[in-house]
């Protein structure tokens, strides 16, 4: 596994989590389909396909 830094800000009033392009790369993430959700991990195996959270979801 491996470590990677990031900086996080929180916007007042956002519905949506807000990511940049680098820290989905250095994440290992892989977008399949950016309206559906859909991606996967640099690891996962090309058949893996993996759910974002449901678009108004509450995290607590």
């Known amino acids: 596994m491996s470590k990677i830094t990031a900086h ?3 916007g ?3 519905s949506e ?3 940049t392009d ?3 790369d250095a994440l290992g993430i892989q977008i399949i389909s950016f ?4 991606w996967r991990h ?4 090309p058949s893996k396909i993996r759910r974002g ?3 108004y979801s509450t995290i607590y």
């Open 8 to 10: 996080l800000a929180v």
């Open 12 to 14: 007042e009033g956002l």
């Open 17 to 19: 989590p807000l990511i």
């Open 22 to 24: 680098v820290t989905i």
């Open 35 to 38: 309206g559906k959700g859909l």
């Open 42 to 45: 640099a690891s996962d195996t």
């Open 53 to 55: 959270m449901p678009r």
